[in-house]
């Protein structure tokens, strides 16, 4: 009886340490796991703020050559192919046209007329149809992303007037800009 | 003799340690394998994206033509893709690139950069590490947009016309030769002539291209594109170029209105319109020459407008 009793106490002692060791084991492996998983967020963040930062600066150098080379595109371009001109009447024809906004990959574009070039923006008056040619901002398009760089470049802004009984261009300086957005 | 058997003990804490140790390396190996996996997509969507920046350099602008190169740094494949009815009413092209790994074994290709304001003829796939490319304007009476050819290969030009010859040649493009009938030149043979075994053949009367059993039909610049461009991929970059000319066709018709009021009379107007519809309803490159000759007509209109009233 004593023997059996003995033999009853060692097995239990013996499944407890097995149950002791499981636990531990188990532990260990969560924990080797969790150290895994953080090693691999850390890893993947790295990456990904590099992936941003890369695909930003492929944006912003492709802004900057676009934007240089904007005003000599068809939608812009004055009559007779002036280099670096901007017909102001094909202009106007732009603001509001939403085919345009999945086309360029600009997030916004606007040509800031001469007049306001010491005004912020919502100081100046924006282009429509109805006021146009007596406005200060063609907005283009916006798509408002929350965090945008602006990239801008000097032409010429023309348009046709008439006076006189002569037609001609009249033409000053404005800023076109275009805005890249700054993905975080 | 039962009694002397020896076995080897696996009790529980051996099943328990192979099979999490097990399970832990397949972890790591698969996450490992991901891991360079999504690394070399990365690399191949930034290489993709990178070529697609050297696009906007190419530009015109003023210019007649412009030329550049690519040199990447293993033999790689990029593929093209092109779609006129995605991103409306533009279209757009997609382009992905694969580079070699181990040995002679490609990496997956990305996913693919869209591209939507540039017209890129080419062939489906390039496989190389030297791309060259050059633009030419594409006028359709204005100027629509800037074609841009992208080629790997070399190319043998027999009996070409002078006029195309001075063009190529003003590119400096080293990898288009103008070869005589008897000298030698290896690289797809593009013939002018009544030269027989040609893999492309051009008949400059026609505004005729032949290329892989099918037949493209050209005007303007466009005759470059249908030369080095694949059939697929020149049919939809008509259609993407007429579906541009609607749009910039909306915006001469907004001038119109517009330089009206400024004692101009632009006759132009009802011909634009008949013009823009066929190019919204155009279905295939032979319907450009009936397009073309209604531009020109256009364009005649518009030259003998008064100074002070030409539309473009």
């Avoid at chain 1, 695909?55 to 371009?77: G, H, K, M, W, Y």
């Avoid at chain 2, 190996?29 to 350099?57: C, H, L, R, S, W």
Wanted: net charge neutral; charged share 25%.
């Amino acid at each position: 009886m004593k023997k059996q009793n003995l033999v009853a106490n060692y097995t239990k002692m013996k499944n407890k340490k097995g149950q002791l060791q499981i636990q531990e084991m188990a532990f260990m492996l969560v924990a080797v796991l969790f150290f895994f998983v953080l090693v691999g967020l850390f890893v993947a963040s790295i990456m990904y703020s590099n992936l941003h930062e890369d695909a930003t600066q492929i944006a912003e150098t492709r802004t900057l050559t676009s934007v240089t080379n904007l005003a000599d595109s068809p939608e812009f371009s004055c009559v007779l192919s002036k280099s670096n001109c901007v017909d102001e009447d094909k202009l106007i024809s732009l603001i509001n046209k939403t085919s345009y906004i999945n086309f360029w990959t600009f997030s916004s574009l606007k040509v800031v007329t001469f007049s306001a070039f010491n005004k912020n923006e919502n100081e100046m008056i924006k282009c429509t149809r109805a006021n146009y040619p007596e406005c200060e901002l063609f907005l283009v398009y916006d798509k408002n992303v929350s965090n945008e760089r602006a990239i801008s470049s000097y032409v010429a802004l023309c348009r046709k007037e008439y006076e006189n009984g002569y037609t001609y261009d009249k033409c000053e300086l404005a800023r076109l800009v275009a805005g890249t957005e700054l993905k975080t | 003799m039962i009694r002397n058997k020896k076995a080897i003990e696996m009790g529980f804490n051996w099943i328990f340690a192979i099979l999490a140790g097990g399970f832990i390396l397949f972890l790591a190996i698969y996450g490992a394998t991901n891991f360079i996996g999504m690394g070399q997509n990365t690399i191949n969507t930034e290489t993709a994206a990178k070529i697609v920046a050297v696009f906007d350099p190419l530009e015109t602008g003023l210019a007649s033509g412009k030329s550049s190169e690519i040199n990447l740094v293993k033999k790689s494949k990029v593929y093209f893709e092109c779609d006129s009815l995605a991103n409306p009413p533009f279209g757009q092209q997609i382009i992905a690139f694969s580079e070699q790994t181990f040995g002679t074994k490609y990496s997956q290709k990305n996913r693919g950069v869209p591209i939507e304001d540039k017209y890129v003829f080419v062939e489906s796939i390039l496989e190389g590490k030297k791309i060259y490319l050059f633009t030419k304007p594409f006028f359709m009476s204005l100027k629509v947009a800037d074609v841009i050819i992208m080629g790997i290969d070399d190319y043998c030009f027999y009996d070409t016309p002078l006029e195309i010859r001075d063009e190529i040649e003003g590119l400096n493009l080293k990898s288009i030769h103008f070869p005589n009938s008897t000298e030698k030149c290896e690289g797809k043979k593009v013939c002018f002539g009544k030269t027989v075994s040609c893999d492309v053949k051009v008949s400059i009367k026609d505004n005729l291209v032949q290329k892989d059993g099918k037949k493209l039909y050209y005007v303007d610049n466009l005759v470059y594109g249908a030369i080095f461009a694949s059939p697929e991929i020149y049919e939809c970059n008509v259609k993407r170029l007429m579906n541009k000319f609607n749009e910039l066709g909306n915006i001469y018709l907004d001038k119109i209105s517009i330089i009206e009021r400024k004692q101009c009379e632009p006759k132009i107007q009802a011909k634009l319109n008949i013009l823009m519809a066929g190019a919204k309803s155009l279905k295939t490159s032979k319907e450009l020459i009936r397009l073309y000759e209604q531009a020109q007509e256009i364009d005649q209109i518009n030259e003998e407008a008064k100074p002070g009233c030409k539309l473009y």
